[in-house]
């Protein structure tokens, strides 16, 4: 199967059916993901809150094709991951997906610029760093262009990483509590560039976060324990035996 062949046209920009993901451990299995069930249609920004140990970070890792699930359907972008080789997973999310961290995770032996170009050079670009300079200049670094990660302060590195993953111009911009490692007036300015990029370029956006203000700014919330949604669209879900209802709130 190639990439082309899984391709149809998508309903939703994600569709998670009956997600489950089951790790194994010397006390028996571990349930991270008990039967998730989710669509978020093209354009909407959707933030994701619980607390540690949810399953929030599995299911994005999911959503990007970098973990792979025990059980069920992972639809995104018309793409169906579940059957893919890493090599087309690789290509779907070059063409699809950009993804923001906590901790930034550029590579500290290239500069602003080359940060930013790897995927767009991974895409063949020969614009490449045209491109990247275009995107530096977006998050306001472009006299920083051929500056270190470690001679730049943790809010200009996330705005490289923001540059960096929305350059390939994704259709799904998947964010990691991007503000956990800044102060919290660098986080703001973060976070505007962060909602201001994603609606200009048209991607949707999907947040993990523990900042009930910032996921307030999202079109939805979705609240997630023990595995399983406990609140969807305002509704709530099943909740499984033995976990209760939480309220989020900043630790």
Partial sequence: MTVSDSIQQPDSIVELTNLHV????????????????????AG??????GPSGAGKSTMMMIVAGLERPSEGSVRVAGHELTGMNEDQLALFRRDNVGIVFQAFHLVPTMTALENVAIPLEFAGRRDAFDQARDELNAVGLGHRLSHYPSQLSGGEQQRVA???????????LLADEPTGNLDGATGEQIVELMFELSNRRAATLLLITHDMTLAGRCSRNIRVADGVLLDVDGGQADTPQGAEPLE????
């Fill in 44 to 49: 909407e920004t959707v933030s994701v809150v």
């Fill in 248 to 251: 989020c709130a900043t630790p």
């Fill in 162 to 172: 923001l540059a960096r993953a929305l350059a390939p111009k994704p259709k799904l």
């Fill in 22 to 41: 089951t790790l194994e451990s010397d006390a028996g299995p571990v349930n991270i993901l008990r039967g998730i069930d989710l669509r978020i249609g």
